[in-house]
């Protein structure tokens, strides 16, 4: 205490507490029992209050000016009060003060933390140090806790705004002699962790909380616990929000990642195309892993699509940084960084997620050196050379998926009430979820605009790709990043193979770029590798709806006429092989040798010349094996003939011949797995035709046409069109086709029951196929006729007809198919007239013939019929055989016709076995079929089973020969 600047001596201890009793209850009446009991207690001395007084009296002789008159120390109403303001004593100075400060704002801590320093100030070594009594005992405590308060909240203020080689010494000296104060503990904690003394400051905490554990038995409050979840690095972003599907994905890479299975390091990639949610379901797994790694998570955008990745040193001082090493500890070269981070990752759990990788050498410097941690890779690229537990290869979308997307972006109830269109949105997105997305997100922005507007707009050619994007990102800009990585045969490529379609053969792709097929696979397998291109099989590729769309817009912009010189180098391939089987399929047809040639290549270079590389185009291919190779070719490249026809046709009038005759050379290899696109690029081939005023093109597209419409029984459309084709091929001298069409004609006559017609359009077939040299059609067209005569009840005409066929010189042995057919005719005959044995005979005749070839259709109906004739025969046992094989055939082929005869003569067979049961279920089976058939090809079946249940078996299904 001073008066008047000059320190007062206040006498002995016990005098002194009383002055301290008063001065804690400055200007206020304290009682004399109140201040008996603060020096004393319950244990007061023989006479405590004239002791008390005698302390006040002492006390007055100090503190009063004038003794006469006291004006500082006064006696009041049984007690003693001290006049003194509450501002001239330190201790209500300094909780002013702190009071003060906690006023301050949150953008004041300088001030605040002034104040702070200014109430700490007021202390001068320990609070009433060696004053007895009671009170004396409790105000110390409650001092010192206050001074340690004021310390603390100061320390934090240093912590945040200081250097910490200001205020680190005087906290860890505090932190030593206060082991079990918490807050003081977070103090260092933090501060260690932010002068990047990490490992020291997780040394202190786990010290800490063995310390409270062990000894008081308790857990660290919350602010420990969050502060301990700061040390652990979290680094990972944020989940993506309506994460859709991909449950098994998730799971399978929670498993993979925490199953020990051996003792290296746990490695799980995720590879795929741009946008396919990558990133999307690594972050989602990565998140559902947390506590499984609490050392913390670790997560570096490597930018591999960028044109320059992220520098694998640069990533490996911030994770080493987010460890807890200091940055000046950290070496400045890249193995230097690395061996640093497998050394600071040792003995840790934790999670790394390293997005979006350009190759395995940026990655190899990144991996921690603890088995105990976990690592997500994603890529564009398959990484060949990473020790991963677990590949996941992600597709699209499932289209529940892409519509259970839909809904969470906009709607359930709005995606249901145009269901149809929703399901168009996300085919036409590909069922891409970034392309799902995006295009939900627009519908979202605009919720009264109807879901079909936005499916016009990606469908339309002019548009298309471009429609996919918000203002925050384009799937267009995504497909790009990957294309401007490809060195520039590898984008060439690109560009070219996007105009095959809907997949790409590898003898194909050596045609487009004009390469051998070694180098034209090792260049496909290379966009397989970027995840550009697909690959579906052995030697055959497919696009991305959406890559493919990119890549044809950036072909246009970058050389217009490479569309047309990839068409061109098509089209050659194609109608070679075509004519090829054509031949096989149809041996001494004269349409093989009018078929029309591609003009010369006129167009740029190759991609060979892009390369660089001498190598030779692609030679001629050689001829097929056989017939049945011929057929697998055929099926494998027919859809690409048919895209590639519907391209030319749509560009415009320069190849529409050898167009138009590529697919009428594919046609008797069987165009019905592709009928309705067919029947779409032959309509858009006449157009072309009609447009340009080439009556040859138009003929032969017409007759194209009514072929595909015949074989898909709209027999009024079929006979319009073969009916023009006639007309514009007798227009243009084009015999080989009239004679085709005039066989067409006949088979719609036939199939509508109008048999003179049918037989008066077939002779004039087999005619003109008689004087073009044609030999298999004149076959063809006169067994044709045959058939009609059966049906109009002259099989014996019919007989005689087929046995001078087969009796004629070559009369088979030009074509095994044709020679087959015949010998079906003629067994046919025969069960009408009664010569059951001669009937078996022949059709066996034409199953040794339609085997080899592979002849499915042919083989089964002569197989069904040969079991009616067995079983007519009383050779029960066999025509069930006979009729079971047959019903394997047609199943294996895919005909329903054939697999309804079937089911019928095996009914009828297992009627005479006496399995009453078994034949009923095929008679119903038969039904079932039947009534899923073009209506024409019901009624003929249908008057099969009328006549089999009635027992007539003089009955012949019609059109037996629709080629």
């Keep these: 205490m001073q008066r008047s600047g000059s320190a007062i001596a206040l006498g002995a201890p016990r005098q002194r507490s009383v002055l301290v009793s008063l001065l804690l209850r400055p200007d206020a009446v304290v009682t004399v029992d109140e201040l008996i009991d603060d020096l004393w207690g319950d244990q007061p001395p023989g006479s405590p209050l004239i002791t008390l007084r005698s302390y006040v009296s002492q006390l007055r002789k100090l503190l009063e000016p004038a003794r006469e008159t006291p004006t500082v120390l006064l006696s009041q109403a049984g007690g003693y009060r001290l006049a003194v303001d509450p501002d001239q004593v330190d201790l209500w100075r300094a909780k002013q003060l702190h009071e003060l400060a906690g006023r301050c704002s949150p953008e004041q801590p300088e001030q605040a933390r002034a104040r702070l320093r200014q109430a700490l100030s007021l202390w001068h070594g320990e609070p009433l140090a060696d004053l007895p009594g009671p009170l004396m005992q409790r105000e110390r405590e409650r001092l010192s806790e206050l001074h340690l308060t004021l310390l603390e909240e100061r320390l934090a203020l240093d912590v945040a705004l200081a250097d910490p080689a200001d205020y680190l010494p005087e906290l860890e000296s505090l932190t030593a002699d206060h082991p079990f104060r918490e807050r003081l503990q977070a103090l260092l904690i933090r501060a260690l962790h932010r002068q990047g003394r990490t490992p020291e400051a997780r040394t202190v905490y786990d010290t800490l909380h063995e310390r409270l554990v062990e000894r008081l038995g308790i857990e660290p409050g919350p602010e420990l616990a969050a502060l301990r979840d700061e040390l652990d690095p979290d680094q990972l972003p944020s989940p993506l929000p309506h994460f859709t599907g991909r449950r098994d994905h998730v799971a399978r890479l929670g498993h993979a990642l925490t199953s020990r299975t051996g003792p290296g390091l746990r490695l799980a990639t995720v590879t795929g195309m741009a946008g396919v949610g990558k990133t999307a379901l690594a972050v989602r797994a990565a998140h559902t892993l947390r506590p499984h790694f609490p050392d913390g998570r670790l997560y570096a955008d490597l930018r591999g699509a960028d044109l320059v990745p992220a520098s694998a040193s640069d990533i490996l001082a911030e994770f080493l940084t987010a460890l807890g090493i200091r940055p000046a500890a950290v070496p400045k070269d890249l193995p230097g960084r690395s061996a640093l981070f497998r050394t600071a990752t040792a003995g840790k759990r934790l999670l790394i997620l390293l997005d979006n990788a350009r190759d395995d050498a940026q990655i190899q410097p990144l991996l921690p050196g603890s088995p105990d941690c976990a690592v997500i890779v994603t890529s564009r690229t398959v990484l060949y050379s990473v020790p991963s537990v677990l590949h996941v290869a992600l597709d699209v979308f499932s289209e529940g998926e892409a519509l259970s997307l839909l809904d969470a972006v906009i709607g359930r109830a709005r995606r249901c009430s145009q269901q149809a269109d929703a399901e168009l949105l996300v085919e036409a997105c590909g069922r891409l979820p970034l392309a799902v997305r995006i295009a939900a997100a627009r519908l979202a922005a605009t919720p009264d605009q109807p879901i079909a507007a936005l499916v016009r707009r990606l469908t339309d050619d002019r548009e298309g790709i471009t429609a996919l994007r918000t203002r925050d990102v384009a799937i267009e800009q995504v497909f790009d990043l990957s294309y401007r990585l490809l060195p520039p045969p590898l984008a060439s490529a690109f560009r070219l193979l996007s105009w095959i379609e809907p997949d790409i053969g590898l003898a194909s792709a050596a045609a487009v770029l004009g390469l051998p097929e070694e180098q034209a696979e090792r260049l496909a397998e290379s966009l ?436």
């Design 528 to 963: 397989v590798d970027q995840a550009l291109l697909e690959s579906i099989g052995a030697g055959r590729y497919r696009y991305h709806d959406l890559v493919r769309a990119f890549a044809r817009r950036t072909s246009r912009r970058l050389d217009p006429d490479e569309r047309t010189a990839a068409h061109h180098r098509l089209l050659t391939l194609l109608l070679s092989r075509a004519r090829t089987a054509f031949a096989l399929a149809v041996p001494g047809d004269p349409v093989a040798d009018v078929f029309g040639d591609p003009v010369a290549d006129v167009f740029g270079a190759p991609i060979a010349d892009v390369l660089g590389d001498p190598a030779p185009r692609p030679a001629a291919h050689p001829g097929f094996a056989d017939l049945a190779d011929a057929r697998r070719w055929a099926r494998a490249e027919t859809p690409s003939a048919v895209a590639l026809a519907a391209a030319i046709a749509t560009a415009g009038p320069g190849e529409l011949r050898p167009t138009v005759d590529l697919l009428i050379a594919l046609s008797p290899l069987g165009l019905g797995a592709v009928g309705g696109r067919a029947e779409e690029a032959s309509r858009l081939l006449i157009g072309a035709a009609v447009a340009c005023g080439d009556r040859a093109a138009e003929g032969r597209s017409r007759f194209l046409l009514g072929t595909i419409l015949l074989a898909g029984a709209r027999l009024d459309e079929a006979g319009a069109q073969a009916r023009e084709a006639a007309r514009a091929c007798q227009e243009a001298g084009d015999r080989a086709v009239l004679r085709q069409a005039l066989n067409d004609l006949g088979l719609i006559a036939q199939a509508e029951g109008r048999h003179g017609e049918a037989i008066a359009a077939f002779d004039e077939a087999a005619l003109l196929a008689r004087r073009l040299g044609h030999r298999s059609g004149e076959v063809a067209s006169a067994a044709n006729a045959a058939l009609s005569r059966i049906r109009s009840g002259r099989a014996a005409i019919a007989a005689e007809t087929c046995r001078l066929l087969l009796d004629e010189p070559a009369g088979g042995a030009a074509d095994p198919a044709m020679t087959a057919y015949v010998h079906y005719v003629l067994g046919l005959a025969y069960q009408v007239l009664g010569r059951l044995d001669d009937a078996a005979a022949q059709l066996r005749l034409c199953i040794d013939r339609a085997h080899p070839a592979r002849d499915l259709d042919r083989e089964s109906a002569a197989r069904s019929r040969l079991a009616d004739v067995l079983r007519l025969l009383g050779r029960v046992d066999e025509a069930v055989h006979q009729a079971e094989r047959a019903l394997v055939l047609a199943t294996e082929g895919g005909r329903q016709r054939e697999r309804a005869l079937a089911h019928l003569v095996l009914a009828n067979a297992m009627t005479a076995r006496g399995d009453h049961g078994t034949a009923r279920t095929h008679e119903a089976e038969a039904q079932l079929l039947l009534g899923r058939l073009s209506a024409p090809e019901s009624a003929d079946a249908g008057l099969l089973l009328t006549a089999l249940a009635a027992g007539d078996r003089a009955v012949v299904t019609p059109g037996e020969n629709r080629r």
